[in-house]
């Protein structure tokens, strides 16, 4: 065990831990903030439509994230959807599908109150199927 030399160097190892603790706390608060600021105040399990653009409007996904492949411009706080149905597998190992009714990371606590119902899921994740075509021909 590395012992510090000093009370000085305890001190900033403290600080530094701190602030960590601080930032690792702050994000998911943060992105629950956001969320329910910018949410338009729909219902998630009640979202009655087949369109998926309406939904990353209307449910606030765009209020982090964009999907450039889509032509849907969203925040950059997330990341871009585009090639999110493959990604959220080699991320999470677990399917979109799975993600999405037990998100993990952040998105725990955007959704961990409002799940998605299962119409909703499939439109989103057929959307961005959609999307990770769309992201695949360009990239050749």
């Known amino acids: 065990m590395i012992m510090p030399k000093n009370n000085k160097n305890i001190i900033k ?7 960590g603790l601080i930032l690792i706390l702050a ?22 439509t087949k369109n998926g653009r309406a939904i990353f409007y209307n449910l606030g996904c765009v209020k982090c994230h964009n999907i450039r492949a889509l032509n849907i411009k969203g925040g950059h706080v997330g990341p871009d959807l585009s090639g999110a149905y493959s990604n959220v597998e080699k991320v999470y190992r677990k399917s979109l599908n799975d993600f999405l009714k ?11 109150f409002n799940h998605l119902s299962k119409e909703n899921r499939k439109i989103i ?10 992201e695949n021909k360009n990239k050749k």
Not at 102 to 112: D, H, K, R, S, V
Not at 125 to 134: F, H, V
């Open 13 to 19: 190892i403290g600080i530094f831990v701190s602030l």
């Open 125 to 134: 994740i057929a959307e961005l199927k959609k999307a990770q075509t769309i």
């Open 102 to 112: 037990n998100p993990a990371g952040t998105m725990y606590f955007i959704l961990m």
């Open 27 to 48: 994000v998911p608060v943060l992105a629950l903030l956001v969320f329910m600021k910018t949410s338009n105040g729909s219902n998630l399990k009640n979202l009655k």
